[in-house]
């Protein structure tokens, strides 16, 4: 598997890739933390708000369907949230009847799904454009510079840099049990369900000898190269005119979107 | 890619905005009382270690196993991460998990992280950790037995988490919701605990010393039982009181007042009629809760004896 199987990350020269990772780290978490602010219905602020994304996604050369096709990952989660359709203030709008019991849909419910649903859908789709245009190991040194620790965002950076690997590891102890696994047409193959547990809690536990193993090994060639706890990196972050400019509009237009939102 | 998101890392946009920075204070303590625990202990030695083995959680993630009807059990490795690195070492490691699943695969948001840290990684390696620690002395097959109910206990609290952030979020109604997470995660739990058990098992007859005595699992201090025992106490009290009368629980956070920070659109769970299949939901909750325990627990004790007797 190679190195970057697991990057979000699209190369293309655009404004939105050129600017500082802080930046974008920043204001995408200021986007998302501006729309959880918004009350319910403020439909012209969730405007506003999918305007300054689109722009986002236009500075970012993707093309507008990149977040479009991906914002539906969390679609699924809406189902836990529809319950609130069903809320008892206000007046109901739709009547319905589940296993002769009666099931009650009101505006104010309504306004409230459909408010979760907006907020849900903008703010991941800039978290998607964030990981778009940011390489991971970027994204997790400017993580470093705004005060995550350091621990942390090493572990992460290790994480990242030895996920392909261990995914390969996965990928051979299920190859191994898929070559173990015979099936004739018409016998059913395998044990039980607690044996077919076994078997799975058996490889979970070999991948972690082996990545234990392998991290003694991963420790003592840092060692080797002159490790002493801390890791450097070659890319200096430096705030230019366009990275000010865009802190600046992001600060403005989200002021702005909260004041439209309260009106 | 072969990735399974797991129906417990909240999105963005379904936590109210309060919820969402009290889940990251609290996250942020703990984490912070971990960095400067596992600095302390621990050498420069153990960060590689911990990145490789928050890779392994990542990856171990993707090892499944048929269950019926095309779904599949896997790992979430909360408890698994804590029991085998020790508890500090074992949150900053699902932490680093999570944190890396909302960022490079939007799975779970930026602001609610906190609250899937702290709910899939914090309350999880406590509950896991400190459940193992109460039999850490003990022999192989009952050590094996409380990990497999430990796993179980360690997603369910999760699950109870989850729920209840939802619910002060004004984001579900708890009469449908509650049931709904605890009895899939009842199942859920159930492969969890199944995988913890047999993964440990394995790495208890292949290289005992990792959990052996001068082990982080075996370093951290006995307070681990208290905290783990505690939280999972409240889990296992909590889940039968709340599906049998989730009116009673809101009535309790109402008059604490709590609620309003909660919820900017106040509404309460239906009043004045019942709809009768949610009664037979929250009663199946606590018969798939019950039928769990003892699952888990007859699992637990056959693992248990075969065990015992190979050895």
Sequence with gaps: MHFDAFDRYHDRESFAHRLDPRVKAVVTIMFILSNALLPDGAWLAFAMAWGVMLFSNHLSQLGLGYTLKRSIVALPFALIAITVLFSNAGNPLWTMRIFSSQVVITDTGLLRFVSILIRSWLSVQMAILLVAVTRFPDLIHALEHLKVPAILTTIIAFLYRYLFVLIDEVFRLLRARESRSGAATGIASGGSVVWRAKVAGGMAGQLFLRSYERSDRIYNAMLSRGYAGRLYTLNPHEMKSGDYFVTAFFVVTIFLIQVVGRL | ?311
């Design chain 2, 1 to 311: 890619m072969h990735y399974i998101p797991t129906p417990m890392h909240i999105p963005d946009g379904f936590l109210n905005w309060v919820i969402s920075i009290l889940c990251w204070l609290i996250t942020i303590a703990v984490v912070g009382i971990a960095i400067s625990k596992t600095n302390k202990s621990l050498g420069e030695r153990q960060i590689p270690l911990m990145g490789v083995m928050a890779a392994f959680i990542f990856a171990a993630q993707m090892i499944n196993f048929p269950v019926a009807g095309g779904t599949s059990g896997h790992l979430l490795g909360g408890a698994l991460a804590a029991i085998v690195l020790g508890p500090w070492a074992g949150m900053l490691v699902m932490t680093a998990v999570i944190a890396v699943q909302a960022l490079l695969f939007q799975d779970g948001g930026l602001l609610v992280m906190g609250a899937n840290i702290l709910n899939m990684g914090l309350a999880t390696a406590a509950v896991g950790y400190g459940l193992y620690r109460s039999a850490a002395s003990s022999s192989k097959g009952v050590k094996l037995g409380v990990t497999g109910v430990a796993a179980w206990l360690s997603v369910m609290t999760g699950a109870l988490l989850t729920t209840l952030q939802l619910w002060l979020s004004g984001t579900s109604q708890l009469a449908v919701v509650f049931p709904a997470m605890m009895g899939v995660h009842a199942l859920i739990g159930l492969g969890e605990a199944l995988i913890t058990v047999f993964a440990l098992g394995f790495i208890l007859q292949a290289r005992p010393d990792l959990l052996g005595e001068g082990s982080e699992s075996a370093k951290a201090g006995s307070g681990w039982v208290w905290v783990g025992g505690l939280i999972a106490l409240t889990v296992v009290l909590l889940s039968p009181l709340a599906s049998a009368d989730p009116d009673g629980l809101e009535r309790v956070a109402i008059n604490a007042g709590f609620i309003h920070y909660g919820q900017s659109a106040p509404f309460s769970i239906i009043p004045d009629y019942t709809i009768p299949f949610l009664g037979q939901t929250s009663i199946s909750t606590i018969t798939a809760g019950i039928v769990g325990v003892v699952i888990v627990g007859l699992v637990a004790f056959l693992i248990g004896r075969g065990v015992r007797a190979r050895s």
